[in-house]
């Protein structure tokens, strides 16, 4: 059962494991079930599947929207069923919450927007250091390509405790700075990663293409991979980070004949969920290495892509 000194992580994977659903983190304390409540089943397609809600502070709070079923999962109020107020004040605690990070989010972001010239700055580095250009020419980028994204190089990662020198991947869509990605140089697997400014919202990678003209377009995973498949001549769109794919970003696909997912070789079963949501227009694409691999070290064509792309598994 709960205790008072467990994480909020270990409330919701206790939660999940008590309830058997799948709790989505909605913003500060709250997460909503994407499998329906336990108790009224209410869980099928356009019935609400949200209604069931966790609220996981100190007294981690079950509670049904539709059925009105909730209970204390903290071992110290186990057998006390939550008041109507109890219910309504960790609802607006909720809200007020989720208010707060929305500000701090637009703040962050408005921010985040001003920060062009920062990712010019590292671009501009470029010029006075073969080493960053010889290492993105080794990663398959193009000198043009180099110069359309801004890709580019940081002395000292700002967000890196350790100060690291790092090569920079500006995320923009629409014409705004959403953020600037720092490969760090040197970093293990797992560590290479860090974001300019810490806490702001997960986007989509090369997101102007959902505006394209192209009957379809391929998800992958990650900006270099991405970058890799538009430079082969794919219209595509990267998912960032461990984050993985938003529900929510699935209707901004809607003007796509087909959604090829081409994720890594072992990321089958994500690559399954991603297309899933795209009601009969995804596609999972089997690769035999990572496509940016292929096209890179393996000496794949586009055409070797396109076939892949051909014998994609329709969900």
């Not at 600037?180 to 810490?198: N, Q, T, V």
């Amino acid at each position: 059962m709960v205790t008072r000194t467990l994480t909020e992580t270990e409330i919701v994977a206790l939660a999940e494991q008590a309830y058997g659903v799948h709790f989505r983190h909605v913003s500060g304390i709250e997460y909503r079930s994407e499998n329906g409540c336990p108790k009224c089943g209410d869980g099928g397609k356009g019935t609400g599947s949200d209604r069931f809600r966790l609220f996981a502070d100190e007294h981690a709070l079950v509670w049904c929207r539709r059925c009105n079923f909730s209970e204390f999962i903290d071992t110290l109020d186990k057998d006390r069923r939550p008041t109507y107020a109890e219910i309504q004040e960790r609802r607006l605690r909720a809200v007020e919450r989720q208010q707060e990070e929305h500000e701090r989010r637009i703040s962050a972001l408005e921010q985040m927007h001003q920060q062009m010239p920062v990712a010019e700055r590292y671009w501009r580095n470029l010029s006075h250091n073969d080493d960053a250009i010889q290492y993105w020419c080794e990663e398959g980028m193009s000198l043009q390509t180099l110069d359309d994204y801004l890709l580019g190089y940081c002395p000292r990662c700002p967000t890196d405790h350790n100060g690291r020198e790092s090569y920079t991947i500006p995320v923009i869509s629409n014409g705004k700075l959403w953020n600037i990605r720092h490969r760090l140089r040197g970093a293990a697997d797992g560590d290479k990663y860090r974001p300019h400014m810490a806490g702001l919202p997960s986007v989509l990678f090369n997101a102007d293409f959902l505006r394209s003209d192209a009957d379809s377009i391929v998800v992958t995973e990650g900006e270099k991979k991405s970058i890799i498949l538009a430079q082969a001549g794919f219209p595509n769109v990267g998912i960032m980070g461990k984050t993985g794919f938003r529900p929510e970003w699935a209707g901004r696909f809607m003007r796509f004949a087909v959604v090829y997912v081409a994720l890594d070789p072992d990321a089958e079963d994500r690559a399954v969920e991603i297309a899933a949501r795209f009601k009969g227009r995804g596609r999972v694409v089997a690769l035999p290495a990572k496509v940016d691999d292929m096209l890179v070290q393996m000496g794949a064509t586009p055409d070797d892509v396109r076939w892949f792309l051909k014998r994609a598994r329709p969900l």
